[in-house]
């Protein structure tokens, strides 16, 4: 169940353009959207509220509650305000942009704040690329398709269950998608017992759909699934094809860069 939803933004198009993503989840649960902004010195915000402002709800969207809150920074990494303010909050899901404004605050420089909560924040975490060469193309407000992605390992557990509630709000159908790198040992089933056992243990059984398999070039080819079947969400661990390291792979990573579709993550 999803109550709280923290939405972090630094007020560009970029950021904001997220918002109405965590907007349709919150509808779904009649959830809390907490807007968050982390103040800088020099922050736009104080002198050009017209142009650096919180995002407005749009027509339809009034049953959301939006609480709208600006804290400062302070010597903390704002991606560590941003997961603290989510613990203490109480919140059960992030939803942000992969990147924001680069010019005064400063807020999604270098690598960028969005992978950074990702790679590190054990709240579920969905990043949205509505922007850029590699951007989202799928309607993000729509779930129709959500594809959660396993090696089978035991951290794959800890995403299921707010990705299979979010799959039963919407009535989307939740895929599995078993992937095995090279050498990798495949079970006689194809992994079917052990993802039975995943989403019983989730109290998900009912939502447990189609099962696939990929083998080899693991991120690649999760990225042309994605894309070819067009998913509405992927759900990954960090550690996917880690062999457990709870520490972001170059193969999550490389999802969360270039997957058609928004991401949900967590660090198990």
Same mark, same amino acid.
């Given at each position: 169940?999803? /109550?709280?939803?923290?939405?972090?933004?630094?007020?560009?198009?970029? @950021?904001?353009?997220?918002?109405?993503?965590?907007?349709?989840? @919150?509808?779904?649960?009649?959830?809390?959207?907490?807007?968050?902004?982390?103040?800088?010195?020099?922050?736009?915000?104080?002198?050009?509220?017209?142009? &650096?402002?919180?995002?407005?709800?749009?027509?339809?969207?009034?049953?959301?509650?939006?609480?709208?809150?600006?804290?400062?920074?302070?010597?903390?990494?704002?991606?560590?305000?941003?997961?603290?303010?989510?613990?203490?909050?109480?919140? =059960?899901?992030? !939803?942000?942009?992969?990147?924001?404004?680069? =010019? !005064?605050?400063?807020? #999604?420089?270098?690598?960028?704040?969005?992978?950074?909560?990702? /790679?590190?924040?054990?709240?579920?975490?969905?990043?949205?690329?509505? &922007?850029?060469?590699? /951007?989202?193309?799928?309607?993000? =407000?729509?779930?129709?398709?959500?594809?959660?992605?396993?090696?089978?390992?035991?951290?794959?557990?800890?995403?299921?269950?707010?990705?299979?509630?979010?799959?039963?709000?919407?009535? @989307?159908?939740?895929?599995?998608?078993?992937? #095995?790198?090279?050498?990798?040992?495949?079970? @006689?089933?194809?992994?079917?017992?052990?993802?039975?056992?995943?989403?019983?243990?989730?109290?998900?059984?009912?939502?447990?759909?189609?099962?696939? /398999?990929?083998?080899?070039?693991?991120?690649?080819?999760?990225?042309? &699934?994605?894309?070819?079947?067009?998913?509405?969400?992927?759900?990954?661990?960090?550690?996917?094809?880690?062999?457990?390291?709870?520490?972001?792979?170059?193969?999550?990573? #490389?999802?969360?860069?270039?997957?058609?579709?928004?991401?949900?993550?967590?660090?198990?």
């Amino acid at each position: 169940m999803i /109550r709280s939803i923290l939405f972090p933004t630094d007020f560009s198009a970029v @950021a904001n353009s997220a918002f109405p993503l965590a907007l349709a989840i @919150a509808a779904q649960f009649e959830a809390t959207v907490q807007s968050l902004h982390i103040a800088h010195g020099g922050d736009p915000h104080i002198t050009e509220t017209s142009r &650096y402002e919180f995002p407005a709800l749009p027509t339809g969207a009034t049953t959301v509650r939006v609480i709208e809150t600006i804290i400062p920074k302070g010597d903390d990494d704002p991606a560590q305000v941003i997961m603290r303010h989510a613990k203490e909050r109480g919140c =059960d899901l992030i !939803v942000m942009a992969s990147h924001g404004r680069s =010019d !005064v605050a400063q807020f #999604f420089l270098g690598r960028s704040v969005a992978e950074q909560v990702a /790679r590190d924040s054990k709240i579920p975490t969905i990043i949205a690329r509505l &922007y850029g060469p590699r /951007r989202t193309r799928r309607p993000i =407000d729509r779930f129709k398709t959500i594809l959660f992605v396993t090696d089978l390992g035991g951290h794959s557990k800890r995403i299921l269950p707010v990705v299979s509630s979010l799959a039963r709000k919407t009535k @989307a159908n939740l895929e599995a998608l078993c992937v #095995f790198n090279e050498g990798d040992e495949e079970p @006689a089933d194809g992994g079917k017992a052990t993802l039975e056992s995943f989403f019983a243990e989730a109290e998900a059984s009912d939502c447990l759909g189609k099962i696939r /398999r990929l083998h080899g070039g693991l991120a690649e080819a999760v990225v042309e &699934y994605a894309g070819r079947h067009k998913a509405d969400l992927v759900a990954i661990t960090t550690a996917l094809g880690s062999g457990g390291d709870p520490k972001l792979t170059n193969t999550a990573e #490389f999802i969360i860069r270039n997957a058609p579709c928004p991401v949900m993550c967590v660090r198990p």
